[in-house]
Each structure stands twice: as structure tokens, then as C-alpha cells.
């Protein structure tokens, strides 16, 4: 169920870096981009978009691509919904972690284990602008055209099981994240796209609630 979370939220390598990241370069001076950042994600109070997800599984050679509607509200409340081709519900409020899986409900204290404490951090650093912060990532950025490339490489051996890296892209426009990629040491990864994003609109605490 773990893995199922992870693939669900997370709903924000040297030089390389026209090798690994065509049209990205590395950012010599971060603080060109922590500065607007951290700025423009204190200013952020809620976010609303769609979001589509493409899941890369190495013995398939089709991707299995799912589509939804993704919300987040100060103080760290995070609800994403997959519409199709199934639906999924996962709430994150404060701490605790709600999933409805078709008619099967699950509710977890991200207080009582370790990872899932964790993963409750690594889903509110890529939206609320801490990505940065995080100590259980070392990480680099990357600058393009219209984004950065913001590159988290696990330190503890218990994400490193699950991820080699996680990328996330900040548009320029608005420095919210419109992509995240998760990759895995088996070569398998998930990217989540998000589009039509919407900006500090009136979302209400009960979207969050915890059934």
C-alpha cells in the first residue's frame, strides 16, 4: 500500500546535464531560483488543477495513463482524486492520510511510521515550495527555457528502495510544479502532469475532511 501512496502523491546526478536533462543546465547560483521560489510558494494559499499521470512499467510496453483532479491548501492539506480509467481518492490533512479505493477505505496517522511520515513530507515540499529543505534528499537544479528541473536523490535506504530520483519541474510563470517524475531503481517511473492550474481560489476545509 506504500508504494500505491507514493505513486498517488506524489501528487512537487553530477553534471550531466544536457546528457540526462536535454534543454536543462545546471544552476550554478541557486539562490537565482530559491529566492522567487520560496517567494512566489508564501504567497500560494491554495492550488487547484487536472493532472494526468503516465505510469512506465518496464515488462509493458504500453503506458498505463490515468487522469484526475488535484487540490492543496494551506496548512498542508492535499486532495487528489483519479477519475479515470478508475477511481481513487487520497486525502492528506495534517498528518493523516485517507484513501478510498473503490468501496475499500483506509485510513493512516503518518505520525505512527516513520516512512509515512516521510511521505506526507516529500508531497507537501513539492507544493508548498520546501522541496529544497528536505533533509532526507540531497538536491539539484537545473534551468531551461521555461522551467527548472528541481533533481531530489534519496539519502536514507528506505526511499532509496523505492526511488533513485524524483524530479520536479517549476514553471517559470508562476513557480508552481507542472510535473513530477518519480523513477525507481528497477528503470520503471510515474510523471504526473499537471494542467490547468488555478491559483489562490476559495477551496472549502470539508474537501479535506478525514471520513
Request: charged share 25%; glycine share 4%.
Amino acid at each position: 500500500m506504500l508504494r500505491k501512496i507514493l505513486i498517488a502523491i506524489l501528487l512537487f546526478t553530477s553534471t550531466l546535464s544536457f546528457a540526462q536533462y536535454p534543454g536543462y543546465a545546471l544552476l550554478t547560483d541557486q539562490a537565482a531560483f530559491k529566492d522567487p521560489f520560496m517567494t512566489a510558494s508564501k504567497k500560494m494559499v491554495s492550488l487547484q488543477s487536472d493532472f494526468i499521470q503516465e505510469k512506465n512499467l518496464s515488462m509493458l510496453s504500453e503506458k498505463i495513463v490515468s487522469k484526475g483532479k488535484f487540490w492543496f491548501k494551506r496548512d498542508n492539506m492535499v486532495r487528489m482524486e483519479y477519475e479515470q480509467p478508475f477511481q481513487y481518492i487520497m486525502v492528506l490533512n495534517k498528518g493523516n492520510i485517507y484513501i478510498r479505493d473503490g468501496q475499500r477505505e483506509n485510513k493512516v496517522s503518518a505520525k505512527s511510521n516513520k516512512l509515512f511520515q516521510q511521505i506526507n513530507q516529500i508531497m507537501i515540499d513539492c507544493t508548498n515550495g520546501s522541496a529544497l529543505d528536505n533533509p532526507n534528499f540531497d538536491s539539484k537544479i537545473f534551468e531551461g527555457k521555461t522551467g527548472f528541473l528541481i533533481e531530489l536523490t534519496p539519502r536514507s535506504k528506505t526511499l532509496k528502495d523505492l526511488f533513485q530520483h524524483i524530479n520536479i519541474v517549476i514553471d517559470k510563470k508562476d513557480y508552481t510544479a507542472s510535473e513530477i517524475n518519480m523513477n525507481e531503481p528497477g528503470g520503471d517511473n510515474t510523471i504526473i502532469h499537471f494542467t490547468n492550474k488555478q491559483l489562490n481560489t476559495n477551496l472549502p476545509d470539508a474537501l479535506f475532511a478525514i471520513h
